[in-house]
């Protein structure tokens, strides 16, 4: 909701507010931005105030002599009238430096006005737009504020026209600024490189200027677009936070600058570096949509916020907040080495599991039996697959199951045909050999003609067959940058634009098929990819240690209905490392639900689980994907870790709890919980999973009636049929009835974890990278 009173203007979502004002000199400040406070006629308590400019600082204007623009929370600075702090916008103009953006208008308006190229949240409940002059320059800044209640999330973007009489040059140009007092923030970022992503980076902000930003010309698993800043009270569920982020898959900046006044400037958008855009008489540029958010709740509740936003007003179509289907991916089970007979055992196991869709990954074009050459030529590979993609989509089909297919269509290998046909369709500069990234070169998707090959060559292939699913997936990152038509400096941002038309046409059209985007697992996820794609593959590690800290780090601001997530062989091909069948799955049931494996060479124990966890999986998808997501504990928790969903009314969640490395130094473990009803009584139950009996090594002699090698032959064998728990005719179910305040304060005490004492049923055998799931019901009172 969105009120003005005199030179105020109020925005309310539920549960936070932003009060804008015009200053005594014309420029739009920003008098608040948090936790919720009421509508009102005197804003007295709120305004800032100026009594004097300190020392050197410049008077804007001597007839209002107390007021310096370094002492006010300028909605959209620029450089040139005593502002020393980032500007929003550094432009070259012939004539002068000196911008300066004054209050014009205001109007509040139903809905975004379209943008010509850029993605748009939907379902926005009112904008804002300002209007800012520059009376001197003859340019016009609209800021626009879009409203969204339900997420007590907020958005802000501007576009600059150049009424002016001769061309310019943006150099730099943000969509979100704000300014507010410093809370003792901490800032948490996500870093990493391929493989691992996500990193939670936590530091306090300090003075001077701190900055989160990709060069490479997505928005990278260098540093996601998203961060949050928690003031220094703020723990998982409790204290203010911020959080905030971008709808743009190229090169992003984010800064956040704290003054020697202790006064925070967050600054969000397209990264300056490189960046260099003619704006022509008369011409328009729209920057990308920031969005902000604010919370009391802690890192939890910021991030649900995000959460709630993604799934409700970025992610669009037939898929939105529909249940995502269980999937196997030949990726890791066949990489490019399949035929058909291959592919179609793989689908009768995946279908003897019980999973929902099969996705054939790379290899299936051209002549690509490696990744030296075929990419950019989607003419399928009749050696591998004689009957074509439409034979393998039936086959599929008829046994109930959805077909899905990879895609790398932003890339060419410079031996292929496209290449061939076209070089001069990759980026490259003149006069230098270009550098190549997985063997390949990027297409220049701001040319016209490669956008219409790409929409003709996609659509064409997706007309060939069934085809209810793509993997739209990107490998490298762009270098060589250089165009004829226009200053290298805009290229990057040309790319995204041109990337973003071709995603329109081909999601427009084809809008029944699940898009899920991949750039080397984690490189390219962020919103402005979200408005194309239901679900992003999160990262190419498929280990579920790491993907402990991959996957918190990502949920800070995206939800699970958006993670990929799935269960690999072990060891795992990326780390070398074991980890149990059974905490593969629990974490990737926090997220998308998939498999990545030859489930044709499991044993009857393995396959059998797997089948169990599919059926369980499907039991609670709901819950899994859209549920309430909390991380119970910090990811660097020594012993384990813990994550919940909950559903809304609080009569259902699901906790994950994750051992590290086996310790003997565990006290008694406590099941973690947090929001239950207290007027309410729960049933606890821990996922029953069985255990291997080869886990044991030679303690089996403990309790064989006669002496076997561990590692023998009949050991073996019996490994593959029987579980511990069938030899032992024992069950390690775990059941409590518990009441709320209890699950809120941690009173359910688990039974002891093995500690080298022996196998009964009373002991929790975990180990290393153990984890167990509880499902957790409200008990229903009869009558
Ligand atoms: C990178 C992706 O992240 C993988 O999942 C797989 O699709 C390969 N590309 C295929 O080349």
């Known amino acids: 909701m969105i009120k003005k009173t005199g030179s105020i203007i109020h925005i309310n979502t539920k549960a936070t507010s932003l009060v804008l004002n015009v200053s005594k000199t014309g420029h739009l400040v920003c008098e608040y931005y948090g936790p919720l406070i009421p509508f009102g006629e005197d804003y007295g308590y709120l305004v800032t105030k100026t009594a004097f400019p300190h020392g050197t600082e410049i008077v804007y204007d001597e007839k209002i002599p107390s007021i310096s623009l370094e002492g006010l929370s300028m909605e959209f600075a620029t450089s040139g009238k005593g502002d020393f702090r980032e500007p929003s916008l550094i432009?070259?103009?012939?004539?002068?430096?000196?911008?300066?953006?004054?209050?014009?208008?205001?109007?509040?308006?139903?809905?975004?006005?379209?943008l010509d190229a850029l993605p748009l949240p939907h379902h926005v409940d009112e904008v804002l737009k300002i209007t800012l002059v520059d009376q001197v320059q003859k340019l016009k800044a609209e800021l626009f504020y879009g409203v969204f209640i339900d997420a007590d999330t907020i958005s802000r973007h501007v576009v600059l026209h150049n009424d002016s009489d001769h061309d310019l040059i943006i150099d730099k140009i943000m969509s979100l600024q704000l300014d507010m007092p410093n809370r003792d923030f901490d800032l948490i970022n996500l870093y990493g490189a391929w493989a691992a992503e996500n990193n939670i980076n936590r530091r306090k902000v300090t003075n001077g200027i701190h900055i989160n930003d990709s060069k490479t010309g997505n928005s990278s698993n260098r540093h996601n677009p998203f961060f949050m800043l928690v003031s220094e009270q703020a723990g998982l569920n409790n204290g203010v936070t911020y959080a905030f982020n971008l709808l743009y898959s190229g090169n992003h900046y984010e800064m956040i600058e704290l003054t020697s006044y202790d006064r925070v400037r967050i600054q969000l958008g397209i990264n300056p570096f490189l960046f260099h855009y003619r704006l022509q008489i008369n011409g328009k540029f729209e920057t990308p949509i920031a969005i902000m958010s604010t919370s009391t709740l802690g890192q939890n509740g910021v991030s649900q916020n995000m959460h709630h936003f993604v799934n409700h007003h970025i992610v669009k179509g037939p898929w939105a907040n529909k249940d995502r289907p269980i999937l196997l991916n030949n990726w890791e089970a066949t990489?490019?080495?399949?035929?058909?007979?291959?592919?179609?055992?793989?689908?009768?196991?995946?279908?003897?599991?019980?999973?929902?869709?099969?996705?054939?990954?790379?290899?299936?074009?051209?002549?690509?039996?490696?990744?030296?050459?075929?990419?950019?030529?989607?003419?399928?590979?009749?050696?591998?697959?004689?009957?074509?993609?439409?034979?393998?989509?039936?086959?599929?089909?008829?046994?109930?199951?959805?077909?899905?297919?990879?895609?790398?269509?932003e890339m060419v290998n410079v031996n292929s045909q496209l290449y061939e046909d076209h070089p001069d369709w990759a980026i490259k500069t003149e006069g230098r050999e270009p550098s190549l990234g997985r063997h390949q070169l990027v297409l220049d998707l701001s040319k016209f003609e490669v956008q219409a090959y790409l929409i003709e060559q996609i659509g064409s292939v997706l007309d060939s067959a069934h085809i209810e699913y793509v993997k739209w997936d990107m490998n490298r990152h762009i270098t060589d940058f250089s165009s004829s038509s226009y200053h290298s400096g805009e290229l990057y941002h040309r790319y995204i634009i041109g990337l973003y038309r071709v995603l329109k046409v081909l999601t427009g059209k084809y809008d029944y098929v699940l898009w899920e985007g991949c750039a080397s697992g984690g490189n390219r996820f962020d919103l402005g990819m979200l408005c194309f794609f239901q679900q992003m593959w999160t990262s190419d590690n498929t280990d579920a240690y790491s993907r402990y800290f991959i996957q918190a780090g990502i949920s800070l601001g995206y939800p699970l209905s958006v993670i990929g997530a799935h269960v690999s062989a072990t060891p795992s091909h990326q780390m070398l490392r074991n980890t149990p069948l059974e905490t593969r799955f629990h974490v990737a049931a926090f997220g998308n639900l998939g498999y990545e494996l030859d489930l044709r060479k499991l044993d009857d124990v393995d396959f059998k689980a797997i089948r169990e966890q599919v059926a369980y999986y499907k039991a609670h998808r709901a819950l899994l994907q859209y549920g309430r997501f909390y991380q119970l504990t910090y990811p660097?928790?020594?012993?384990?870790?813990?994550?919940?969903?909950?559903?809304?009314?609080?009569?259902?969640?699901?906790?994950?709890?994750?051992?590290?490395?086996?310790?003997?130094?565990?006290?008694?473990?406590?099941?973690?919980?947090?929001?239950?009803?207290?007027?309410?009584?729960?049933?606890?139950?821990?996922h029953r999973y069985d255990h291997r009996l080869k886990m044991f090594g030679g303690l089996i002699n403990h309790v064989a009636p006669i002496q076997v090698n561990e590692n023998g032959p009949l050991v073996s064998f019996i490994d593959k049929h029987k579980t511990m728990e069938q030899i032992m005719k024992s069950t390690n179910e775990e059941t409590y009835i518990v009441p709320g305040s209890a699950l809120n304060h941690g009173g359910v005490r688990l039974r002891a974890q093995w500690a080298g004492t022996g196998y009964n049923k009373d002991v929790r055998v975990l180990g290393d990278f153990g984890s167990e799931l509880f499902y957790i019901e409200q008990v229903k009172t009869s009558g």
């Open 91 to 114: 432009l070259q103009s012939e004539t002068s430096q000196v911008f300066d953006f004054m209050y014009e208008s205001d109007e509040i308006m139903d809905d975004y006005p379209v």
């Open 335 to 409: 990489y490019l080495k399949f035929n058909e007979a291959k592919l179609t055992s793989l689908i009768s196991a995946a279908k003897d599991a019980g999973i929902e869709l099969f996705v054939l990954d790379d290899g299936w074009f051209s002549n690509r039996n490696d990744d030296t050459k075929g990419l950019g030529d989607y003419d399928v590979n009749e050696k591998k697959l004689p009957r074509g993609l439409s034979y393998l989509a039936d086959k599929a089909n008829a046994k109930g199951m959805k077909f899905g297919l990879w895609f790398e269509p």
């Open 636 to 686: 660097d928790c020594p012993q384990a870790i813990a994550w919940m969903v909950k559903n809304e009314a609080s009569t259902e969640a699901i906790i994950g709890r994750f051992n590290k490395l086996q310790s003997l130094l565990v006290g008694s473990d406590v099941l973690p919980g947090f929001g239950f009803d207290e007027t309410l009584t729960y049933h606890v139950s821990a």
